[in-house]
T-cell receptor, first 115, second 111 residues
Framework: NAGVTQTPKFQVLKTGQSMTLQCAQD?????MYWYRQDPGMGLRLIYY???????DKGEVPNGYNVSRLNKREFSLRLESAAPSQTSVYFC??????????????FGSGTQLSVL | RKEVEQDPGPFNVPEGATVAFNCTYS??????FFWYRQDCRKEPKLLMS???SGNEDGRFTAQLNRASQYISLLIRDSKLSDSATYLC????????????FGIGTKLQVIP
């Protein structure tokens, strides 16, 4: 059982380049999320998808776009990368997001460096 | 004041020791609480939920103090494998944006 799979694990971009981070979950979860983690800061929500067909902005959405391709897949796109987007990105899923007791399952992360 | 505050540590403790971490939260409307564990350069993984009555899972005990707005994690008989960063996670209510992560407390268990 793979859980949450995200690719790539590492990526180096030049300022202005674009790229898409891929995420897929095989737990039949309804909700999916993209977080970024920076030193000295807690994980911050970029975008989330409550259910298939819906997406919404989180705390730090600027510079990103997302696509909920189907129930399994949720991708994150950087259209024009900036050095401020250097971070570790985590995709996560939960069975019924938005409830009081939601438990998050994370992918293994993408280390992104923008030069 | 940050919504969720943790001492980043590191806490360096010998094998077999008991160690406790606290986490304070600012929003009194917070509904649910969790501890996640994150190994170096890995993803966070749920360690345990924190219930009002307190709960225990083996060597780990979590407590919630709503009056003082903090949660705690106690680890007894520390093992080398407990070395990790422990993230405090607070859900301030229904809604997908309401889950807030602390910066984590780093624990290093020394032989």
């Amino acid at each position: 059982n793979a859980g949450v799979t995200q690719t790539p694990k590492f990526q180096v971009l030049k300022t202005g380049q674009s790229m898409t981070l891929q995420c897929a979950q095989d737990m039949n979860h309804n909700s999916m999320y993209w977080y970024r983690q920076d030193p000295g800061m807690g994980l911050r929500l970029i975008y989330y998808s409550a259910s298939e067909g819906t997406t919404d902005k989180g705390e730090v959405p600027n510079g990103y776009n997302v696509s909920r391709l189907n129930k399994r897949e949720f991708s994150l796109r950087l259209e024009s990368a900036a050095p401020s987007q250097t971070s570790v990105y985590f995709c996560a899923s939960s069975e019924f997001g938005g409830t009081d007791n939601e438990k998050l399952f994370f992918g293994s992360g993408t280390q992104l460096s923008v030069l | 004041r940050k919504e969720v505050e943790q001492d980043p540590g590191p806490f360096n403790v010998p094998e077999g020791a008991t160690v406790a971490f606290n986490c304070t939260y600012s929003n009194s409307a917070s509904q649910s609480f969790f501890w996640y564990r994150q190994d170096c350069r890995k993803e966070p993984k749920l360690l345990m939920s924190v219930y009002s009555s307190g709960n225990e899972d083996g060597r780990f005990t979590a407590q919630l103090n709503r009056a003082s707005q903090y949660i705690s994690l106690l680890i007894r008989d520390s093992k080398l494998s407990d070395s990790a960063t422990y993230l405090c996670v607070v859900n301030i209510g229904r809604g997908y944006q309401k889950v807030t992560f602390g910066i984590g407390t780093k624990l290093q268990v020394i032989p």
